[in-house]
C-alpha cells in the first residue's frame, strides 16, 4: 500500500518517513530527501474528477511501466496501459522513475514522436 496519510484540509500527502522507500526507492538518499520535503500536496477532488472524451480512447499512446514501482503495483499498471492500448516499454525503476532514468523516460517520448510523425 502506498504511504498516503489521512487527508488534511482535502489533500493528501505521503508519508515523509516512508517516502524514499516507496516512491523513490532508486533515487540517491539525499536527492530523495529533497523530493520528500519538497513534496506537494495533491487533492481528494481530483480522484473523482471525471473526463468525458478521454484522449486515450481515439489517440495512440505509450506507457513506460515501471517495474519497481511501490506506488501503483506494476500489474494495476499494466490493466491501465493495456485498457488504453498503450505501447508498453517497461523499465526496472520506482515511481520516481522521471528522475532516477530519465534517459529512459525521454526514449519513450522519442519514439512516440517517431511513430507520430510517420503517420
Request: aromatic share 8%; hydrophobic share 45%; glycine share 6%.
Amino acid at each position: 500500500m502506498p504511504p498516503i496519510l489521512p487527508p488534511v484540509d482535502g489533500f493528501l500527502f505521503l508519508d515523509k518517513a516512508k517516502f524514499h522507500t516507496s516512491f523513490a526507492g532508486d533515487v540517491s538518499n539525499k536527492l530523495a530527501g529533497f523530493m520528500n520535503a519538497s513534496q506537494v500536496p495533491f487533492g481528494l477532488e481530483g480522484a473523482g474528477g471525471k473526463v468525458s472524451d478521454p484522449a486515450w480512447r481515439t489517440k495512440p499512446s505509450w506507457y513506460l511501466l515501471t517495474t519497481d514501482d511501490k506506488m501503483i503495483p506494476p500489474r494495476v499498471q499494466k490493466l491501465m496501459a493495456d485498457r488504453a492500448k498503450s505501447k508498453i516499454t517497461e523499465v526496472a525503476a520506482s515511481h520516481a522513475v522521471y528522475v532516477s532514468q530519465p534517459k529512459a523516460v525521454a526514449k519513450i517520448i522519442e519514439k512516440a514522436a517517431v511513430a507520430l510523425s510517420a503517420q
